[in-house]
């Protein structure tokens, strides 16, 4: 039982590139969310997606989009990077959103540098 | 004012000692409450959930204070692998997403 696989670990960019970061859930779960975690920030939600065929913004969507392929992936693209996107991309999937089954399992995380 | 502040210490304790982490935030209005450990350059993993009655897991001990605003996080004999930093995480204003403090760090000496 894999969990939570994202992809790349890692990843450098130049401004302006764009790329898109895969993450897929086996455990079945409704609910998937992209954060991002900076030092002395903690995580912030990117986008997250409650239910298959739903998306919706997070506290730092700018400058991200994501789509919900199917109940189990969850990909979250960058149109074009910016140094300011160099961080530590978390995806986590959920039982239920907004629930009190609402328990986070994380991915292991992708280091974006945007050089 | 940060929705969810916390201590980011480090904490450096003696291994076996006791050490307690308070963590506070603004949503009067919150209904969930989580404690999540994160190891160096690892992913978050949920400790413990935090609930009104407060909640024990073996040598964990987590404590909600609606009244003050904040929940607590206390760790009896500490042990080396404790070393973590640990997340608190409430809802957020909006009520529609998990609001993550900036994390504690724990250091466990022998």
């Known amino acids: 039982n894999a969990g939570v696989t994202q992809t790349p670990k890692f990843q450098v960019l130049k401004t302006g590139q764009s790329m898109t970061l895969q993450c897929a859930q086996d455990m079945n779960h409704n609910s998937m969310y992209w954060y991002r975690q900076d030092p002395g920030m903690g995580l912030r939600l990117i986008y997250y997606s409650a239910s298959e065929g739903t998306t919706d913004k997070g506290e730092v969507p700018n400058g991200y989009n994501v789509s919900r392929l199917n109940k189990r992936e969850f990909s979250l693209r960058l149109e074009s990077a910016a140094p300011s996107q160099t961080s530590v991309y978390f995806c986590a999937s959920s039982p239920e959103h907004r629930s009190t089954n609402e328990k986070l399992f994380f991915g292991s995380g992708t280091q974006l540098s945007v050089l | ?110």
């Not at chain 2, 006791?18 to 989580?34: H, M, R």
């Not at chain 2, 400790?47 to 009104?52: K, P």
């Not at chain 2, 760790?75 to 403090?101: Q, W």
């Open chain 2, 1 to 110: 004012r940060k929705e969810v502040e916390q201590d980011p210490g480090p904490f450096n304790v003696p291994e076996g000692a006791t050490v307690a982490f308070n963590c506070t935030y603004s949503n009067s209005a919150s209904q969930s409450f989580f404690w999540y450990r994160q190891d160096c350059r690892k992913e978050p993993k949920l400790l413990m959930s935090v609930y009104s009655s407060g909640n024990e897991d073996g040598r964990f001990t987590a404590q909600l204070n609606r009244a003050s605003q904040y929940i607590s996080l206390l760790i009896r004999d500490s042990k080396l692998s404790d070393s973590a930093t640990y997340l608190c995480v409430a809802d957020n204003n909006a009520g529609n997403m998990l609001t993550f403090g900036g994390g504690t760090r724990l250091m466990v000496k022998p």
